[in-house]
């Protein structure tokens, strides 16, 4: 959403601004080439309206996790800093290229210094693909902003997406849309979790509210949830369907009763601030959390039982083995790792990954775990082996959400790209 309030007060203003521009400045209309590598820029404003109004092409929007982002209309790449000219915005580990960064010309355009070639471009650098590496068997389009969580239907295999654009779609696995997207007024939507019977999906909005939707008629079923404080980040639904668990940005986990839409419990406030992740055990006797660098394993009272430590950064996915012997975790220090649920004792530590592991999922017959990662890839580890298989799966950009088929046929990935890439499991294995 553009930034109307900043626009609007700043046409008084725009004599006022320019007025203080440096004189040996000339204001700008067009620009046709990036500034030159070593290029260094006065942070007086040269955009018209002064650094009080968002250049050209920019929008500015409050995303699913909490916070405003600022993102320009011509990339799929978003930062908290407001763009100011010449000035390098987030973090350059989120580029796919540690030598690059991301800069604001003086009219407001991206581009991207590559400190190992030492130039300048306009184009975001995406990873090289290897001679030889897996295509994926499609890729599906329709969502505008970063797609942020996947299902996959175990009756009929098609997907289902959510996304910051404010939309849920459902997909059919060669790319074809079923129905129309569906739209809340909540924002961004930043999870989802599907019911046992695949009659009903949940959804967790960056207002902090639960939608319950009807998967085939595609339409809302009563009214929003209320309760959350902050951006509901993760969801689950308890495997004999009783009760939905919501993780949030305020730092509590909310029970839910699926028929009424009212909470079956007081709030529990975790010790990890944020929650990243919340998952049923498959036996429905417990649940974990997951956020800053801590997974706590709770009774289904809502009893802590388990807290775990072990992981350098925020722990940012969960999951459970079939047995609910073990739990496996991807974090923002780029590692999977896997612990006994009793105890909390480390069994395996998995590295590969060069950026946060976003999300993870266990192949149905759970001798493969595939995770997503902002490092733009999707890998495969053999949990006999504790190794990768084969190359990674390579996006365009930082990969957010995976899932895989109940048949065990394909992987569903996606991210900030804001493309479902659809691979083909068995070839890759």
Known sequence: M????AESSTSTRRGEALSHLPTRVAHRTSEMNPPPYGAQHRQEALWEGGNDALPPRWQQYEASYGGTRYQDDTLIMASPNRPLPGVRLDNPGHL???GCEWHISPLGRSYFVNH?????SW????PERPAGSLTPECVIEGHSRCIWSLACLKACCN????????SIRQWKRDGGPVGKPWYGDGGGIASMAISSDETMVVCGSADGRLRLWNIKEGSMIGEPWEGHDGGVRCLDWSPDALEIASGSLDGTIRRWNPDTGRQIAPPIKTSHIWVYAVKYSPQGDKFI?????????WSRDGKLLVEIKGHDDTVMSLCWSKDGAHIFSGSADSTIRKWRAIDGKELVVLRGHTNTVGSLCLTTNERYIVSASYDCSVRIW??????????PFLHDDQVWTVAT???????ASAGLDTKIYVWNLEAAL
């Not at 553009?2 to 309030?5: A, Q, W």
């Not at 800053?292 to 394993?297: N, P, R, S």
């Open 405 to 411: 088929s109940a048949d065990g046929k394909f992987i």
């Open 96 to 98: 796919v290229d540690p």
């Open 123 to 126: 184009n975001k650098p995406k």
């Open 382 to 391: 053999d949990l006999k082996t504790n190794q990768a298989v084969g190359d």
């Open 2 to 5: 553009l930034n109307d309030e």
């Open 116 to 120: 190992n070639t030492r130039t300048t």
């Open 159 to 166: 997907v289902i997406s959510a996304s910051e654009d404010g």
């Open 289 to 297: 959390s997951g956020g800053e660098g801590a997974i706590c394993v």
